[in-house]
């Protein structure tokens, strides 16, 4: 008896057939996130031009896409792992092209509009694909400080020289820092969790897999690391969204002058709290700057939001020990400062 190929079940069939439902799936929601937050919004007692209201939105909608863009990255980067072993990428990027390594991903920082919880899924499949510890923080801090959002409000704003004195001392801190915590070699203060994911992925080394092979690895990685951190992202964006709607801008004008030595490292400390991405923070920059603060003050606070924010550190706790944050927080935010004592300098 003859069996027509068709009529065979292929396990291999139903795992394309789910991706491509799956894919499908994560377009039509992701790209429908504004509306489908309106709608939610709407169902809901409260207005939107409330500091409750205002903090409300803000959390279902960044719940979700933050989310969102974990799971494909963890799954994109799974696929990725099954052609290039952690073994093989670390070689390509550590030692003497260390520093190469860092210039590359802090450049492909500024063409990723991340705020810094969004820059975060990314920079956990960096580390669970094997690339360097300080690389990978590199991408992490230019990621939200210096992406092609932030340059463009600026410009407008402010002019072309601000715009590129900002993109290069953006990039040299996020460079710096990140070279500086690769050459500390404190990969062992990250949780052991990571450290397992590395190891078990270098016993599938050098197997040669189908499509649909890769796929499931894929979904075994989205599993591993998804289901570890989603309460610590969901936790992070709630601190992040109950601060959002309250920016005692009158305040905070009224202690980033430029004559005061501490107006910087307390612009800093008042930032971390706060959470906002590149397009949110530089209105509020513009009207700070309108009440008479000085310009390397409120960048430094500008900063100090986006990149050291503190719903990242809530997340990033997942992932790193305490005393890995705290460096990776005090190296970045001596960077800050650097650049906020230079633009009070020169301007």
């Keep these: 008896m003859n069996v027509h190929p068709i009529a065979v079940y292929s396990p291999h069939r139903t795992v394309w057939i789910y991706v491509i439902a799956s894919l499908f799936a994560w377009l039509g929601i992701y790209f429908n996130l504004a509306a489908l937050t309106d709608a939610a919004f709407s169902m809901l007692p409260l207005q939107r031009d409330t ?16 989310l969102l863009l974990l799971t494909l990255i963890v799954f994109a980067m799974g696929i990725v792992h099954t052609f290039f072993s952690p073994e093989r990428t670390r070689a390509l990027l550590s030692g003497r092209r260390e520093g190469a390594g860092n210039v590359l991903a802090a450049s492909l920082g500024i063409v990723t509009p991340f705020c810094s919880c969004s820059a975060v899924p990314l920079f956990i499949g960096l580390l669970t694909a094997g690339v360097p510890l300080g690389v990978t923080f590199s991408f992490l801090i230019s990621a939200p400080m210096v992406n ?3 340059l463009a409000l600026l410009f407008a704003m402010f002019g072309w020289k601000i715009a590129v004195i ?17 050459k500390l070699k404190m990969e062992g203060h990250l949780e052991d ?9 270098l016993q599938i080394e050098g197997i040669r897999k189908s499509w649909p092979e890769r796929f499931v690895e894929g979904g075994r990685s989205v599993r591993e ?31 980033m002058g430029r004559e005061a030595w501490w107006s910087v490292p307390l612009a800093v400390i008042i930032g971390v709290p706060m959470y906002s991405n590149a397009a ?3 209105p509020v920059v513009e009207a700070l700057l309108a009440k008479g603060a000085a310009l390397g003050t409120v960048l430094a606070f500008m900063m100090s939001v986006i990149a050291l924010s503190l719903p ?29 004592y230079v633009f009070n300098a020169v301007l």
């Design 193 to 201: 969790w990571v450290l397992a994911i590395h190891r078990s992925r």
């Design 225 to 255: 690391i998804v289901g570890k951190v989603w309460p610590y992202i969901i936790a992070g964006i709630a601190v992040g969204a109950g601060i959002h709607g309250y920016v005692p801008e009158d305040f905070m004008a009224s202690i």
């Design 148 to 150: 092609e959002v932030a």
């Design 280 to 282: 949110g923070i530089i």
């Design 51 to 66: 500091p409750m209201g205002d903090a409300v939105h803000f959390f279902i909608f960044d719940t979700p896409k933050v």
């Design 312 to 340: 990242e550190m809530i997340i990033l706790r997942k992932v790193l020990k305490i005393r890995l944050i705290a460096v990776f927080a005090g190296v970045v935010a001596c960077g800050i400062l650097l650049v906020g």
């Design 166 to 182: 900002y993109l290069g001392l953006g990039l040299t801190v996020a460079i710096a820092a990140g070279f500086v915590i690769g």
